[in-house]
Structures are given as structure tokens and as C-alpha cells.
């Protein structure tokens, strides 16, 4: 059966309720063909986020309101070890304390700060390098970044880029470990493999339909950010959550965004993930839709990206290009029209200019 994890509005509940409704949710689980395998807790914020096998989402909403009547907000079908990675456990935590009655009653938050890592397209580095001097600079920058993973206590979630997404429980932690990392690289490799660093903190479910996925999207978009190769990018929530003294005593390798600026970062990409593949979509086209005026556009990118706003687009379609090439592998007049180019030619010149080859010798270059 599929796994779902759904989150619950609780404000005002304590440890001692909570248990009290898993409870009941565990009595009446076999009637509803569910497993109810463990929750998360955070009396401050207020809310819970329940995991349970079920067969789907109607059997979880279901049990819920027949036993304790708290519906769910959302429900995403999850991957279990991938919750493993980014939360350490799918059952009740082994410490938890016990009453008298056999209630299990714990709290423990579901907020994680979530580390990015970027680095350039293996194929393109290939490109760059040959085959064996890639191999080994990738080999020297996971061998760095595992040892400070282990240092820090990071969680490692598999996924199937080529960077990594890392779990902390702690923004010190997070940062600390990213700062080391940055540390421990060469200037040299960091500039061979474009290698970035971005922190994003949240929890497992807002309003994407993967878990953590708002994080981990708003800690890519960070590596985005024109800055040196030796900072590292953290989002407003992270930079708020350290020791002053710790951002004081980084100030020349940490960066982060001025509130307003991170809110337009969000706006932005999540008007170019909805417009990208239209070819009609132009600079006018994203003014409207961002609301602003083409200069106060113009200023605003090229201060966040040091790109304009067509620029800007151009970067984000070419991108996108080369995640439908690794995808579908389709050609090269296809993936023009698909990532909203109009002419095959102009797609060429410009994907040559970014990347170094050719389209169609990308394609070779990936079905070799």
C-alpha cells in the first residue's frame, strides 16, 4: 500500500492530546485498511503531521474524522526511507515516555533545515574536463562533503540530481557544516565545477506535493543568486534562527537575501516554472505578471542575478532544456518548441554560448 504523510492545524493541543488521538486513530486503523506508523508534533507552531500506510487518501480522512475529528489541511503520498532521510525515523521515537495507561506521548518537530548543493551537469563537466578528470574532481568534492556531513550529523536524502540535499535539525549545524565544506574545497574546484551551497528551512508539507519540496526548491533558487564561490546562501528563516555572533564572525561567507528580495525570488521562479515552455511569454509578458514596471523588473534582477530579465528567462529555458534532454532524450526541434524557443537555430547559438557544445552533441554526449 502507499505511504502518505498529512498535516494538521492543532493550535492550542498539547504532547498529552496528541497521543491521546494516535491512540484512537490505532484502534480503528484495521477498519479503514490503515497503519497509522508514527507522528510529529510542534506545540509551538501548532501543528502535526501524521504517517500512515493506507490504501488511499479517502481511508486516512475517514479514520481521522471518525476518531478524533481532526481532517486533515493536505495529504502527499511519500516515499518512506526518503522520510527516514529527511525526519530519522518512520515509527514513535524508542525514548518516548510511557503513562501508566500505556500512552505513548512524545513531541518532536517536523521542521528540518534542509543544505543544497550545486554543481555543474555531469555531462557538461565531462565536456569540460574528459571523462576521468571529472570523475575525480566529483570524487574529491563528495569525499569532502560526506566528512563534514558525518561531522555535523547531516542526514543524507538520495534523489536524483547530482548535487546533494542534506537534513539538520539545527540551522548551527546546517550552517556550520555548509561553511566547512565551503572551507575544505579548492577555490580551483569550486570554480570547475560551479559548485554552490544553498539553506532553506521549513516543514515536510506546505504547498508543494513533495515532502520538504518548498524548502529544498527555495534553497536551489538561492544558489541561483550572483555571489562568490565561497559563500554560502541561506534563506531569511535560517538567518534568523542563528547566533548573531556566528553570522558576525562569517559575514564574508555567509549571504542571505533582504526579506523583500527573498519574497521576489519566490514570486519570480514560480511564475517562470509556470510560463517557461510558452514562447509568447516576453518581458512585457513578465511585468504584468510580476507586477512591476520594466525598469523597476530590470533593477531587480539585476541586482538579486547580475541578468536582466530576458536574460533571466533565457538562463531559466536553456536549463530546462537540458532536464528535457536528460529526460526524454527527445531532439533537438522538439526540445526548442518544448522549452520555449520559436526557431531551432537560435536555440542552438544560445545553448552553445551557455554551455560550451551543441545540443545534438549534448545528446551524444548523454546516449554514449
Not at 58 to 69: C, P, R
Not at 212 to 218: E, K, S
Request: with cysteine; aromatic share 8%; charged share 25%.
Amino acid at each position: 500500500m502507499p505511504i502518505y504523510m498529512d498535516v494538521h492545524d492543532v493550535s492550542g493541543a498539547e504532547a498529552i492530546d496528541l497521543a491521546e488521538a494516535h491512540r484512537k486513530d490505532m484502534l480503528i486503523q484495521g477498519k479503514y485498511h490503515c497503519n497509522c506508523m508514527t507522528y510529529w508534533f510542534d506545540e509551538v507552531k501548532g501543528n502535526a503531521f501524521c504517517l500512515i500506510e493506507a490504501p488511499d487518501k479517502l481511508s486516512m480522512t475517514g479514520m481521522h474524522k471518525e476518531s478524533h475529528g481532526l481532517v486533515p489541511n493536505k495529504i502527499i503520498e511519500v516515499n518512506n526511507d526518503v522520510v527516514a532521510a529527511f525526519l530519522g525515523r518512520t515509527g514513535d521515537p524508542e525514548d518516548a515516555e510511557i503513562t501508566d495507561t500505556g500512552l505513548k506521548i512524545f513531541s518532536e518537530t517536523a521542521f528540518r533545515f534542509i543544505l543544497v548543493t550545486e554543481l555543474k551537469d555531469p555531462v557538461l563537466l565531462q565536456h569540460d574536463l574528459g571523462a576521468r578528470k571529472s570523475a575525480d574532481l566529483v570524487e574529491r568534492l563528495n569525499a569532502v562533503i560526506r566528512r563534514e556531513l558525518s561531522a555535523f550529523s547531516g542526514r543524507e536524502v538520495e534523489h536524483a540530481g547530482n548535487g546533494f540535499i542534506v537534513s539538520f535539525t539545527s540551522a548551527v549545524k546546517a550552517v556550520s557544516c555548509a561553511l566547512a565544506i565551503q572551507k575544505n574545497i579548492t577555490a580551483a574546484d569550486k570554480k570547475l565545477a560551479s559548485f554552490k551551497i544553498g539553506i532553506g528551512a521549513g516543514d515536510p508539507i506546505e504547498k508543494s506535493d513533495k515532502v520538504f519540496g518548498d524548502t529544498i526548491q527555495l534553497a536551489s533558487h538561492l544558489c541561483t543568486v550572483s555571489h562568490n564561490n565561497n559563500q554560502v546562501l541561506i534563506s531569511t528563516t535560517v538567518k534568523d534562527m542563528l547566533p548573531a555572533d556566528l553570522v558576525r564572525k562569517n559575514k564574508a561567507a555567509i549571504k542571505s537575501l533582504q526579506p523583500q528580495d527573498e519574497t521576489f525570488l519566490i514570486t519570480l521562479f514560480a511564475i517562470l516554472d509556470k510560463h517557461w515552455q510558452d514562447s509568447d511569454f516576453g518581458v512585457t509578458e513578465f511585468c504584468t505578471a510580476i507586477s512591476m514596471s520594466k525598469s523597476q523588473l530590470y533593477r531587480k534582477t539585476i541586482a538579486i542575478w547580475d541578468l536582466s530579465p530576458i536574460q533571466l528567462l533565457k538562463e531559466f529555458r536553456l536549463n530546462k532544456a537540458v532536464e528535457l534532454l536528460k529526460g526524454h532524450r527527445v531532439n533537438v526541434s522538439q526540445t526548442t518548441f518544448d522549452s520555449g524557443f520559436t526557431s531551432p537555430s537560435y536555440f542552438t547559438k544560445c545553448f552553445k554560448k551557455k554551455f560550451g557544445l551543441l545540443p545534438a552533441n549534448y545528446l551524444l554526449r548523454l546516449n554514449a
